[in-house]
C-alpha cells in the first residue's frame, strides 16, 4: 500500500467488467500508459485468448509486466466481483522506486513467481521456440557497477565451460561484461545473453534452486554479484533497481508468451 500510494485513489470496478484487454497497447501521445494494480477488495479473472488461466485476490498485484516495459498486454483482466483497485503508471513507479528502491523485491517476487510456474508449463514445448536476447542493462550502469564492485568481482570463463547449473543453490548472480552466454532450462537453449545481460538473480530473490542452466558461448568476463551486495544495490541504486525489473519482467513475459 505504501508503494501503491504514488498511483492516487482507489478506483472501482463493476462485476463483468474489463480492466484492460489481451493485446492493448499503450498509446504516450494520448498519454494512455500501461497500468500495474494492486487488488484492493473484490476478485480478478485473468484470461488469455479468453480461456481462464489465473485468479487474483485481495492484496496481489498484476498488470506489472506491461506496466514496466510498456509493452501489449499479455493477457485480459475482468472483475470476477465488484472491486477496488490501486493503480500505478510506468512513471509513478520510478518515482515510487526514487523513494523506496527496496519495493522492486515485492515486484520482482511476484514476476518470479509466475515464471516458476509458467516454465514448468512450457518445458514440453521448450525446442519448438527460439531463444531470445532480452534487453541489457544501460552501458553507463554496467560501468558504474564494474566500478563500484572492483576487479575482485569478474570472473572469466573459455568457450563451452558451465558457468551456473539447473536446479543448483543460486549465491551469485551475474553481470555480462564481454563475450556470451547461452541460457538453457530443460537442455533447451531459451536465451542468449551478450554484454549488459543478467542472469542468476532469480535464486537471490526467492532462496530456491536455479531455474536454468548458463554456459559461456564465447570466451566471457562476468561481474559476480553476491546476495548481500546485490541487496545493497537495489536499495541503494533506483537505476539498478529499475533495470533489474525490467530484466525479470521481460524474462516472464516471454515464458508466459510460450
Not at 572492483?150 to 543453490?169: A, C, D, M
Amino acid at each position: 500500500m505504501e508503494f501503491f500510494r504514488f498511483g492516487g485513489k482507489p478506483k472501482s470496478f463493476a462485476k463483468g467488467e474489463r480492466i484492460f484487454g489481451e493485446n492493448q497497447k499503450p498509446i504516450p501521445f494520448l498519454l494512455l500508459r500501461q497500468r500495474m494494480y494492486l487488488l484492493l477488495d473484490g476478485e480478478v479473472g485473468i484470461l488469455h485468448r479468453d480461456r481462464p488461466i489465473g485468479t487474483v485476490r485481495q492484496g496481489e498485484v498484476f498488470g506489472e509486466m506491461a506496466s514496466i516495459n510498456q509493452g501489449p498486454r499479455s493477457a485480459t483482466a475482468v472483475a470476477r466481483t465488484a472491486c477496488r483497485v490501486i493503480a500505478l503508471d510506468d512513471q509513478q513507479l520510478q518515482a515510487a522506486l526514487g523513494k523506496k528502491p527496496e519495493f522492486a523485491l515485492m515486484l520482482m517476487g511476484v514476476m518470479i513467481a509466475r515464471l516458476r510456474e509458467n516454465i514448468g508449463r512450457a518445458g514440453a514445448a521448450a525446442g519448438k521456440v527460439k531463444s531470445t536476447q532480452p534487453a541489457p542493462l544501460p552501458k553507463s550502469l554496467v560501468a558504474d557497477l564494474a566500478r563500484a564492485l572492483g576487479h575482485e568481482s569478474r570472473s572469466s570463463y573459455e568457450s563451452g565451460q558451465s558457468i551456473v547449473r539447473e536446479g543448483q543453490t543460486g549465491v551469485l548472480m551475474y553481470v555480462v561484461l564481454y563475450g556470451r552466454v547461452a541460457i538453457s532450462v530443460g537442455g533447451k537453449v531459451v536465451e542468449r545473453l551478450g554484454p549488459g545481460g543478467v542472469f542468476g538473480e532469480i535464486a537471490l530473490i526467492d532462496h530456491a534452486p536455479r531455474l536454468a542452466s548458463v554456459v559461456a558461448e564465447t570466451a566471457c568476463t562476468l561481474l559476480a554479484i553476491d546476495r548481500h551486495g546485490f541487496l545493497n544495490l537495489v536499495k541503494k541504486s533506483r537505476r539498478f533497481a529499475a533495470g533489474l525489473l525490467a530484466s525479470v519482467s521481460e524474462r516472464a513475459r516471454y515464458m508466459t508468451a510460450r
